[in-house]
C-alpha cells in the first residue's frame, strides 16, 4: 500500500514540478519583455483536451455499465 501511495505521490510531485517550471519559462513578467520565447516541456493544450476526452469517456462507460 505504501506503494502505491508513493507512486501516486511522485507522480503528484513531477507534475506540480513541470507545471511550475512552465509557468516560470513562458511567464514574461518573470523573464522580462525582451525575453526569448522558450519552448515548454508539456503542451498544456494537448495534455488538457485528452484528459477531457478521457474523462468523457470514462464518464459515458460508467454510464453504460451502470444501466446493465
Do not use: P
Not at 35 to 46: E, F, G, L, P, S
Request: net charge positive.
Amino acid at each position: 500500500m505504501r506503494t502505491l501511495f508513493g507512486m501516486i505521490l511522485g507522480a503528484l510531485l513531477l507534475l506540480a514540478g513541470v507545471y511550475a517550471y512552465d509557468s516560470m519559462e513562458t511567464s514574461a513578467v518573470a523573464n522580462g519583455q525582451g525575453a526569448q520565447v522558450k519552448r515548454t516541456i508539456v503542451n498544456w493544450d494537448v495534455a488538457a483536451s485528452s484528459w477531457q476526452a478521457l474523462k468523457v469517456r470514462a464518464h459515458d462507460d460508467w454510464l453504460r455499465i451502470s444501466s446493465k
